[in-house]
């Protein structure tokens, strides 16, 4: 069964940063496209970062030059690095990927994580 858990969520002061991680777990052919996603209470989730299997990366304006998304194949995880929290930052973070289940031919599934929450605050 594939599991994508997400780590390294919390309370951060302005200015600060943090690193979350998305760990993909189950019997899988690879990765796609993996993104994370934020949603406050009341709102639609919205894409905050994507990254492609070859490493080319998006992201939503406003994090531009302060967020940075990144995987590592071989440990199958992602990570989403953020720097100069802003309070306008504080969601819950949910990781999503393209899950490669099976080899040929080709098949791929989308999963979402559990999200951990950030809450950037003085």
Known sequence: QVQLVESGGGLVQPGGSLRLSCL???NIFGIDAMGWYRQVPGNQREL?????????????????GRFAI??????????LQMNNLKPEDTAVYYCNADIVITWWPPQTENYWGQGT?????S
Do not use: C
Request: glycine share 8%.
């Open 24 to 26: 993909v777990s189950g």
């Open 117 to 121: 929450q950030v809450t950037v605050s």
């Open 48 to 64: 905050v970062a994507s990254i492609d299997s070859d490493g080319s990366a998006d992201y939503k304006e406003s994090v531009k």
């Open 70 to 79: 990144s995987r590592d194949a071989a440990k199958k995880t992602g990570y």
